[in-house]
């Protein structure tokens, strides 16, 4: 035991940092029991899972393709993570495995996930307790070693992560034993030919192999995962979703009241939507996930703008209905290409009826701030503002599809029938997004897919750049665009009429003044002064007949008793702005 303790506070010290860093000053100390607490974060499991994906997918591994599978080691049910991407060397598992080390950057135009250095420690501990990191860059293979059963069985003081690396199957340092040590005796494999083994699982010179055990389970020991449902699916069991006392738990987010989408406990279909454009492969259980273009897989697509206060440009957002299942509707949150918020509904869809129902709005919120599990934004100003003009703008989308469906059917909008307006696949080689003929059904494309197999012969070969997706990003759709012009037209034609309407009733005043003049000057003729009306002034003024102006509509007509009519018109282009003058006077 003595010896056990000795080699800890060795190991101990060659990990802790050498040299002036800290100038005397004692450095802060990291307890074991933070790597159970930085796991909390993630109350959805599939958030953990989701971590380690975007490790595999960034641009210093960027990965093409990922295989997620399930087995068992020695008793214990294992997940295993491996890709083929960069690897890494001894250094770069360092940081990886330590706190707050992220150096990631951009790469011709593929922006990192990742934003705190936090992820892998987060994500792996929430799956499990222990995990061993395989990886190999080319030219040297390491071994790396986060476990929480170690660290509690030599009652570390602080967080220790045992690393080793091969070149030619030797060790590169003669310190590393220390660690060698450690790894074989409290991880699953216990001989440097196993460790060598799980190294040679790796194809080709480069790649990553993740193998998490002591997975965690429910309060009653029931497993956290399903593997027996589905053998090509990881999903959360549907006991766990409908107890009430774990529904809060387990939800991705807080659906009141809601259809419970099936990204919410399937993980095959959590992955296909998992990136606003897919660049990497995932295979899950042996099973290609079929990964989709979502602001593409819609039916009815229209496109929008949202200009937030923070940035000086247009965002796009992507309307359409879900032509697959009417109850899966919201607006999908993407952040970096990654997705944050799923079926997040908003405006009109949170009434209790039916409007907006089966819509999904698709935007990316470069501008926005993630939390650190990537499964909301920080609750700002600017994200209140973004939800309340998003959901404006799907009730704009909404009364327009449906006023467009009633003059074509008596079948409300949600419920007819939909196909996607455009069909796109990836190339299994290449990886290249191509688009179909609208004709092509996505249900009957084959599991491999590859650029040959393209009826469009331009873009039949791996070598051609994608197809352009269109292009849209710089304004709405033309839907939108006239609806605009019409306001506009409107209110030109408001006001370029409204001094023109003035004038007529201007002259209909002038007239009517003139008409009133002549009337006092025939009762001045008639009338002799001082005395009442004769008989025959009388009988001469009941035979005076009434004439009527009246202006409706935009028209002026003069109607007189007489037999026949006298009729006065101007024509006022505002026919629907209705004025009633009427004035009776009498005439010759």
Not at 2 to 15: C, E, I, Y
Not at 540 to 559: D, H, L, N, Q
Request: one cysteine or more; hydrophobic letters at 30%.
């Amino acid at each position: 035991m003595g010896g056990r303790r000795a080699d800890t506070g060795k190991m101990a010290a060659a990990l802790l940092p050498t040299g002036p860093a800290g100038h005397g000053i004692p450095l802060s100390a990291l307890s074991p029991n933070f790597l159970h607490t930085n796991s909390t974060s993630h109350t959805w499991p599939f958030s953990a899972v989701a971590e380690l994906i975007d490790n595999a997918y960034d641009p210093d591994v960027n990965a093409k393709q990922l295989w997620i599978d399930k087995t068992i080691i020695k008793g214990h049910i294992c997940l295993i993570f491996l890709d083929n991407g960069q690897g890494m060397n001894h250094d770069k598992l360092h940081k990886m495995l330590s706190f707050g080390f992220s150096d990631k950057v951009t790469v011709r135009g593929h922006a990192p996930v990742g934003l705190y250095g936090n992820g892998f420690k987060s994500g792996s501990m929430r799956l499990g307790q222990d995990a061993v990191v395989f990886t190999k860059d080319g030219e040297t293979c390491s071994v790396g070693f986060l476990s929480q059963t170690y660290l509690k069985a030599v009652k570390a003081e602080n967080v220790m992560v045992p690393i080793i690396s091969y070149s030619h199957k030797k060790l590169l340092k003669d310190d590393m034993q220390l660690s060698l040590n450690a790894i074989l005796s409290h991880s699953l494999f216990k001989t440097e030919q196993e460790l060598h083994a799980e190294l040679d699982a790796i194809s080709g010179r480069k790649g990553t192999r993740i193998v998490i055990w002591n997975m965690r389970g429910t309060k009653d020991g029931k497993p956290e995962f399903d593997f027996d449902s589905d053998k090509y699916d990881i999903r959360i069991p549907e006991e766990i979703l409908n107890d009430s006392t774990e529904k809060k738990k387990y939800n991705r987010q807080d659906r009141v009241d809601q259809f419970t989408p099936e990204s919410d406990y399937s993980l095959r279909a959590y992955c296909s939507i998992l990136y606003l454009k897919p660049r990497m492969q995932i295979i899950l259980l042996g099973q290609k996930v079929k990964t989709q273009l979502i602001s593409k897989n819609l039916a009815h697509i229209e496109h929008d703008i949202y200009r937030p206060s923070s940035v000086k440009r247009n965002v796009k957002i992507t309307f359409g209905f879900n032509w697959r299942n009417k109850e899966h509707y919201g607006i999908m949150m993407y952040h970096k290409n990654r997705l944050i918020k799923a079926y997040e509904r908003v405006g009109c869809q949170l009434q209790a009826n039916d409007v907006g129902v089966g819509v999904i709005g698709v935007i990316e919120c470069n501008f926005l701030k993630p939390t650190h599990n990537k499964q909301d934004f920080d609750y700002s100003n600017e994200y209140r503002l973004t939800v309340k003009a998003i959901g404006g703008k799907l009730s704009e989308y909404w009364n327009e599809k449906k006023n467009r469906q009633r003059d074509l059917s008596n079948v409300p909008v949600e419920d007819s029938l939909k196909v996607p307006d455009q069909v796109w696949v990836q190339c299994d080689g290449c990886l290249k997004w191509r688009k179909l003929s609208d004709m092509a059904d996505p249900d009957l494309l084959p599991d491999k897919w590859f650029c040959g197999m393209n009826p469009d012969t331009k873009y039949s070969n791996c070598s051609v750049p994608e197809e352009p997706e269109d292009d849209t990003d710089d304004g709405p759709s033309c839907w939108k665009k006239n609806k605009k012009q019409e306001q506009k037209k409107r209110g030109s034609t408001d006001k370029t009429n409204q001094p023109t309407l003035q004038k007529i009733i201007q002259n209909y005043g002038r007239e009517a003044n003139a008409l009133l003049k002549e009337q006092k000057r025939l009762h001045a003729r008639l009338q002799v002064p001082g005395q009442k009306d004769s008989p025959e002034t009388a009988e001469v003024s009941s035979s005076i007949p009434k004439i009527t102006i009246c202006v409706v509509g935009g028209e002026m007509s003069v109607k007189s008793d007489l037999e026949g009519t006298s009729s006065l018109t101007s024509v006022s282009p505002l026919s629907s702005l209705k004025i009633m003058d009427v004035k009776s006077l009498s005439s010759p």
